[in-house]
């Protein structure tokens, strides 16, 4: 079965500092695909980036990167000098190409509160 | 503009009320699901639905029922809401099933308080 483990639950920071959000998951599967969502107070899903399994080559998109490792099965999610509007929760998320059966679609993980002090 | 709506976007209610939850896209997409996302615990599949008419469970249906009678459209239903259904509802959906582990278009939320 599948699993995303966000161990850090809150994350507090004074603005420009860089935090990096862990992630860490599982699965049998070669073929998954792995992403990082942000959710500010205002309530929805904001889609942030997604990783195949066969593609380890590292993002950078502004002050947002991206690090993965299948080695270490993990999909780290770094702010470089951070800013108050990153304030939000934070989900890693997973996908298997085809699931086994039982639930359909993505798992996510708890998620991480990231707090942005100014 | 592509787009998955949900009404409503706020919702209190009282133990027992029957209510509905509207889901609709309008991408033509084969494949729906709804989540809930509860403080501590991410978001969890309640149920999806891979086209017209086909509806299958998630990891937490207990207290729920779906339907899928059109292709845009599919309803969460509370037939007797109680205080640990209070959450965050989000409606998905997928082009098929190719692409659910890939892209996967979430709507607005809607916010359930049962009390």
């Known amino acids: 079965a599948q699993k995303v483990t966000q161990a850090q639950t809150e994350i507090s920071v004074v603005e420009k500092e860089d935090v990096t959000l862990d992630c860490v998951y599982e699965?049998?599967?070669?073929?998954?695909?792995l992403f990082w969502y942000k959710q500010p107070p205002s309530g929805e899903l904001v889609f942030l980036i997604r990783?195949?399994?066969?593609?380890?080559q590292n993002e950078i998109s502004g002050r947002y990167s991206w690090n993965f490792q299948k080695s270490t099965s993990s999909f780290n999610f770094t702010i470089t000098a951070s800013q108050v509007v990153d304030s939000a929760v934070y989900f890693c998320a997973l996908s298997e190409r085809y699931s086994g059966g039982g639930a359909d679609g993505l798992t996510f993980g708890k998620g991480t509160h990231l707090i942005i002090q100014p | 503009e592509a787009q998955v709506t949900q009404n409503p976007r706020y919702l209190i209610t009282v133990t027992g009320k029957k209510l509905t939850v509207t889901c609709s896209q309008n991408m033509n997409h084969e494949y729906m699901s709804w989540y809930r996302q509860d403080p501590g615990l991410g978001l969890r599949q309640i149920y999806y639905?891979?086209?017209?008419?086909?509806?299958d469970k998630g990891d937490v249906p207990e207290g729920y029922k779906v339907s899928r009678k059109e292709k845009r459209n599919f309803p969460l239903i509370l037939e007797s809401p109680s205080p640990n259904q209070t959450s965050l509802y989000f409606c998905?959906?997928?082009?098929?099933?190719?692409?659910?582990?890939?892209?996967?278009?979430f709507g607005p939320g809607t916010r359930l308080t049962v009390t």
């Open positions: 699965t049998r599967d070669t073929t998954y695909y």
């Open positions: 639905s891979m086209n017209v008419e086909v509806t």
């Open positions: 990783r195949n399994s066969f593609d380890e």
């Open positions: 998905a959906s997928s082009l098929n099933r190719d692409t659910i582990s890939y892209e996967q278009y």
